[in-house]
């Protein structure tokens, strides 16, 4: 399980890519048959997600009695829970707010991580304060860290989603700020400051655009890592609360019902690890084909 | 040398202290009135006056926490809201728990990922690695809780061959506590070892095509002998940093496994008292695996600059 996140790297190549590269390696990341099914799956599921209205036989809170714990059937395929809830319906929806709290997170961390690590990266001198900072949130395991906040606000899918992105920002920061070192003592930077570049010019249009490969790598792992952060919440019922499903929650809830409906434990946690693996296989893909280093290998 | 330790000494003490400030000025943002919790029943205005000043909830923040680091420093972390019990000594009873736990698990990953990470690099291109990788990427994917509730589901329900919950401490019965300990251990440890395989792994690689190794071969060392005595143990140097780095995945899969387990341990003390709102118990808890974190993290520093001399040469690394 991913949830502390380390950097993928801190000493990049940070060769400044050359125009179309992104699309090469899109290209690449195709041939590559593991990633090329990565993707598929990641894009499948991401539509069943998003058109889970549409996809789904059955609303998610619809009891049925008279067909409670049935395990996969036609009708039911994934089963039905000790209410007589659709699990497929309920699956779809659960993606839906893992998908969710996954993205929003993450950009929530690169939307504060990227300017602390330029920053601290470019200027010296804030360099040992956005250190100190993020040494003091990552001196709290992402847990407690999640905990803490569900004490002081109350459970929420809000506030698993500022959870998770505080607990990745830490990396977020240093990626962006070991990047920014290399790509500050670059030539063609020394070129622009001779040029009588401004800071916010050489930092915006110089350093991060080049950055900007080394933090879709680090994305690609941060995503998968925040959904099974969510479901780790929810099923601690820390993250969203019911009845909104989410995989985490039915797998809480599936987990007295051991011995009556084993099928209730299996379908979600195989949602989730289909969908963390696909998207770790399209991020070894994407690794592979934006790090210069490894194409040449 | 000790410039470096130095410096390292006053970084960890500075955050530290930022810790503690965050701990506390977290606990007092909760909502509800720490007085009226401590107080629980008996509600009539008298106790609870009386409660705030015996805890000193009258006085400003800042003062309260002054009054605060000086207890804890001296090892008193109040009294838990509801059992009443010294804080400081319920984490003592939980702690071996989890030690135990934590323990097991580091040993179990260890094993898997040095182990699997030696082969996958051995023999390249091969259905062994390719098995190696494999496992790795799913250690990767697999939600820790989801596979320890499908080991209960095959191990304890389907085939009752190991108990499904329960704690037994090694130091009481050794048998019993390894048949209560060997699945969460598993469970909690899978993830540490599918990081250290891969670390091992793309170490081993490093290590193989570097001269040294090419230098042993050439002196007519044999092949186990130059992966074992040469390449390996350049590459547990790498391995150490990364299982000193990820202690803080343990203690937050620990949390997890206690709950699936039901072990009585640090991690579970951490959510009850959520749950029941233990505003003392959830500053200490929240203090002490910071601490502990900031300790290991600091260590694990120093270590890498006794094994590594460039990094305190170079300052820091980037």
Do not use: C
């Amino acid at each position: 399980m991913t949830l502390e996140l380390v950097p993928v790297k801190e000493t990049g190549p940070a060769a400044p890519a050359p125009p179309g590269s992104r699309r090469r390696a899109l290209r690449r990341v195709l041939r590559n048959p593991l990633a090329a099914l990565g993707l598929v799956i990641v894009v499948v599921a991401l539509l069943a997600a998003a058109l889970a209205n549409l996809v789904t036989p059955f609303p998610y809170d619809r009891t049925d009695f008279s067909a409670a714990l049935q395990p996969p059937s036609p009708a039911h395929w994934f089963g039905t829970d000790e209410l007589g809830r659709d699990q497929f319906s309920r699956v779809i929806f659960g993606l839906r707010a893992s998908v969710e709290v996954g993205v929003m997170s993450v950009a929530l961390s690169l939307v504060v991580g990227v300017p602390l690590g330029l920053l601290a990266g470019f200027y010296g001198w804030l360099d040992p304060v956005v250190s100190r900072l993020t040494d003091t949130l990552l001196a709290f395991p992402f847990l407690v860290l999640a905990v803490g906040l569900a004490a002081i606000v109350g459970p929420s899918l809000t506030i698993a989603t500022i959870a998770i992105a505080a607990a990745q920002i830490p990396a977020v920061v240093r990626v962006t700020r070991s990047e920014t070192l290399h790509l500050r003592e670059m030539d063609y930077v020394a070129a622009a400051i001779a040029d009588g570049a401004s800071d916010a010019v050489l930092l915006g249009r110089h350093i991060l655009p080049n950055a900007v490969n080394a933090l879709i790598v680090q994305a690609t792992v941060a995503v998968p890592a925040a959904i099974i952060g969510e479901s780790v919440l929810s099923f601690l019922g820390l993250g969203v609360r019911p009845p909104t499903p989410s995989l985490g929650i039915m797998l809480a809830s599936a987990q007295p019902l051991f011995r009556d409906g084993p099928w209730l434990v299996v379908f979600p946690g195989v949602a989730i690890v289909l969908l963390t693996l696909a998207m770790n296989l399209v991020g070894d893909g994407l690794r592979d084909a934006l790090d210069p280093r490894e194409v040449r290998r | 040398m000790w410039r470096y330790v130095l410096r390292r000494l006053i970084e960890s003490a500075v955050t530290l202290v930022l810790v503690t400030i965050v701990v506390f000025i977290g606990v007092r943002a909760l909502p509800g009135d720490p007085a009226r919790a401590l107080a629980a029943e008996e509600s009539d205005p008298e106790t609870i006056a009386a409660i705030r000043a015996e805890y000193g909830l009258d006085q400003p923040i800042p003062v309260q926490y002054v009054r605060y680091v000086g207890k804890a420093v001296q090892g008193d972390l109040g009294t838990s809201a509801r059992t009443r019990l010294s804080v400081t000594e319920t984490i003592g009873h939980a702690l071996p728990v989890t030690l135990q736990l934590a323990t097991f698990a580091i040993v179990v990953a260890v094993l898997i990922g040095v182990g699997a990470g030696v082969v996958a690099a051995v023999r390249r291109r091969t259905a062994s690695e390719w098995v190696a990788n494999s496992v790795a990427l799913l250690g990767l994917s697999i939600p820790n809780f989801w596979f320890g509730l499908m080991a209960v589901l095959i191990f304890a329900v389907a085939y009752p061959i190991l108990p499904a919950s329960g704690f037994v401490s090694v130091f009481d019965n050794p048998v019993e506590s390894f048949r209560h300990l060997l699945m969460p251990a598993i469970v909690l440890g899978s993830g540490l070892a599918a990081v250290i395989m891969r670390q091992t792994r793309s170490a081993m690689l490093e290590a193989l095509s570097a001269d040294y190794v090419r230098t042993a071969r050439a002196k007519g060392l044999g092949g186990t002998q130059v992966v074992l005595g040469h390449a390996l143990r350049n590459s547990l140097i790498v391995v150490t940093t990364i299982v000193g780095l990820q202690l803080g995945l343990l203690i937050s899969g620990a949390v997890v496994t206690e709950q699936i387990f039901v072990l009585p341990g640090f991690g579970k003390l951490t959510i009850d008292a959520v749950f029941t709102r233990d505003y003392p118990m959830i500053q200490g808890v929240v203090l002490v695996t910071a601490t502990a974190y900031i300790g290991i993290n600091l260590l694990v520093d120093l270590l890498y600059s006794v094994i590594d001399p460039r990094i305190r040469v170079g300052g820091r690394v980037t």
